[in-house]
């Protein structure tokens, strides 16, 4: 469900011989330069559970976990062939041993598979949910962001990353061949958010060239 992410977002792809499959390798260095900003941005803690909806094959879930401290790490998607619990086992082994300094050794990892209309996740456990280049690919938005608000903690967030029509040098469409897919701009976006219950918290106007949003539940 990441139709972009590894040819616009993340541009750290090594050669075709690839310890796992469906998804970019990240050296130590840039595991820490992409993501521990976002982390930041998210304000992750230690011990925090976390779910990435729409993970694809979970590779870059993974290795934002590296950033990670024991923390409970839901890797989501609907695609059951994409996202394969031995390919994901492949990657959390490839980077214990190419970064056994950083923190993600201790988090524990789930493979979810869910539906077009619902996560899988578990009820009212996740302090964080982070979804990105997932929103203009989902068939049913208003019945998973209402999914989403069942799966949240009280005081949980949710974060979505995505491309917005004529924003950021998008046209109207996503731009990669495999998707094509009409992209929401971002006042449509923010209504839909508001319409199934949420209160945007903060946004980033430019996280590695997209804007990423947080939402808190309203009461």
Do not use: W
Not at 20 to 49: C, D, L
Not at 106 to 134: C, M, W
């Amino acid at each position: 469900m990441r139709p972009f992410i590894c040819l616009i977002l993340f541009v750290y792809v090594t050669s075709a011989c690839a310890p796992y499959a469906n998804g970019p390798v990240f050296t130590p260095e840039n595991a820490r330069t992409t993501f521990q900003p976002i982390v930041e941005f998210m304000e992750i803690k230690s011990g925090m559970t976390v779910a990435d909806v729409g993970a694809g094959s979970g590779a870059l879930t993974v290795i934002m976990a590296t950033q990670l401290t024991n923390c409970q790490v839901y890797i989501q998607d609907i695609d059951r062939n994409l996202l394969d619990s031995a390919n994901v086992n492949k990657m959390v082994r490839y980077y214990q041993e190419k970064m056994p300094q950083e923190p993600g050794l201790k988090n524990t990892f789930h493979i979810i598979h869910g539906t077009p209309v619902q996560t899988g996740l578990p009820e009212g456990a996740v302090d964080r949910i982070y979804s990105n280049a997932t929103m203009h690919v989902l068939e049913y938005p208003d019945e998973m962001l209402q999914d989403l608000r069942k799966k949240l903690k009280p005081d949980g967030l949710l974060f979505i990353r995505d491309g917005f029509r004529n924003d950021n040098g998008e046209g109207e469409y996503c731009s990669s061949k495999d998707c094509g897919k009409p992209l929401l701009d971002i006042e449509e976006f923010l209504a839909l958010m508001k319409r199934n219950g949420y209160a945007i918290v903060k946004q980033s106007p430019d996280l590695k060239g997209y804007p990423v949003f947080g939402f808190r539940l309203e009461n």
